[in-house]
């Protein structure tokens, strides 16, 4: 470690000296502790007086003296949001690169254009090749981040290869459900690879597992933030633009709306890996908001199903839109769970997420269940195939996440069993996603 680090430590073990609460040997394990997290978060891509912020920042969720601390020392944790190490050159390379990437992302999505493509005529092969154009540069901008090798390299690069002539030499019916399924689904397979990338040699460890949940839906945040931003800008150029005649649409259907929904993602990767260190991470405190309101609603409608002794309604816009919500409430558990300490006993939050994942059970059963009424009155079809392979795995997943949930209520089980659960079951979703690209089309004629 730095000297400047051990510094660090020692002002931070010297404030713990002072308090009279604690003993010489507690000083101890917690630096212990303190040390450990600070090599994690070193070998994940930190640097030394990141990781020693986001440390204590950690335990102080555990321990309200390091708390104290880190709330003493708030003025360099707000610097630390525009100011890093002594030169400058790390976060200066890390900021080129990423806006570098950005304008690759950007130039990429146009080169279609080149062959006489365009965004407005050619939907189908855009709406299919759209995640090819950001996901393999994201994944190669957490490839440099991280420091992989070629090995890694060559192996993230083929299996995008892979999914780009899979999905362009399928002749898809344009317009056809084949080709909406593999436009919805192949950016959540290839999501997997960034996963990988993002956690790096991590990807084994449950906490590299998490990191790349809590990444995913910081990234989420921010992107919906970039795009209000971008409204606003649009909608100033246009006012701007008016007063002298000249009318912006053509130039932003062409350029500025699917160049910047392409580099925004490289943007708002490169914005959560550089302040989500310092700022509380949004998407687990949302998540803690939710919670008791979709499972309020999800209580409420199963409740008004048993009391009118209806089924779910089987039109197939209705069963989506059920699916999306039970989505969101997988969504809801993981980055609640992302957010909890493993190691804190049971509280009342742990009650309503129990209530939350045993509805949303219920519910996807009912879903289930009208999924088959609608295959058996009507056969298969690529989208009821897809949406049945859909409810199988969410209630695979609820199902278990209940049976653990239950067990760590009644002190039978820790919680890291069910953090476990969830980070393994991350590939499940994107091999799903994967024999919907790869095995639907053929099977169903490309249809």
Same mark, same amino acid.
């Given at each position: ?20 609460? #604690?003993? *010489? ?17 070193? &070998? ?41 190490? *002594? ?211 999800? #209580? ?13 309604? #089987? ?58 009424? &609608? ?66 089309? *053929? ?5």
């Amino acid at each position: 470690m730095t000297a400047s680090l051990e510094e660090e430590i020692g002002r931070w073990r010297s404030y713990l000296h002072r308090r009279q609460a #604690i003993q *010489p040997v507690d000083v101890a394990e917690l630096e212990d502790h303190l040390r450990e997290q600070i090599a994690g978060l070193t &070998r994940a891509g930190l640097s030394a007086d990141e990781a020693f912020l986001v440390a204590v920042k950690r335990m102080g969720e555990l321990d309200a003296l390091s708390r104290e601390f880190a709330r003493e020392h708030s003025e360099r944790l707000w610097k630390q949001l525009v100011a890093s190490s *002594p030169d400058g050159s790390e976060p200066q390379r890390d900021s080129a690169m990423a806006f570098a990437l950005a304008a690759l992302a950007a130039l990429l999505i146009k080169v279609p254009a080149l062959f006489g493509l365009r965004l407005d005529a050619d939907t189908g092969f855009y709406a299919r090749n759209l995640s090819l154009f950001v996901l393999p540069v994201l994944t190669g901008y957490f490839v440099w981040k991280r420091r992989l090798d070629l090995r890694a390299f060559g192996w993230f690069a083929a299996a995008f290869v892979v999914a780009a002539v899979a999905v362009n030499l399928y002749p898809l019916a344009t317009g056809g459900s084949t080709e909406l399924l593999t436009a919805l689904h192949l950016p959540v397979a290839l999501w997997l690879l960034v996963g990988m990338a993002y956690a790096g040699r991590r990807w084994n460890e449950v906490g590299g597992r998490m990191d790349f949940i809590r990444f995913s839906g910081e990234l989420f945040i921010y992107y919906v933030l970039i795009a209000l931003g971008g409204a606003v800008l649009v909608a100033s150029m246009a006012l701007v633009f008016q007063v002298v005649g000249i009318d912006i649409g053509p130039f932003f259907v062409s350029w500025l709306l699917p160049c910047g929904a392409a580099g925004a993602v490289v943007i708002g990767s490169w914005l959560v890996e550089s302040k989500q260190s310092v700022i509380e991470n949004m998407a687990p405190v949302l998540a803690r908001l939710f919670t008791p309101l979709f499972a309020a609603v999800l #209580i409420a409608f199963l409740a008004t199903l048993l009391w009118t002794g209806r089924g779910i309604a #089987i039109e197939r816009n209705a069963l989506l839109a059920f699916d999306v919500l039970l989505v969101m409430v997988l969504g809801l558990l993981l980055y609640s769970t992302s957010a909890r300490d493993p190691r804190a006993p049971a509280g009342a939050f742990d009650v309503v997420q129990v209530v939350l994942v045993v509805s949303a059970l219920l519910a996807d059963a009912f879903a289930l269940w009208s999924v088959a009424e &609608r295959i058996t009155e009507f056969g298969f079809s690529p989208n009821r195939l897809a949406v049945l392979g859909l409810n199988v795995v969410l209630l695979v997943n609820l199902a278990w996440s209940a049976v653990l949930y239950a067990g760590f209520l009644r002190g039978k089980a820790s919680f890291g069993r069910l953090e476990r659960w969830q980070t393994d079951y991350l590939p499940v979703y994107a091999l799903w996603a994967a024999v919907v690209v790869v095995v639907l089309p *053929p099977l169903f004629g490309f249809a």
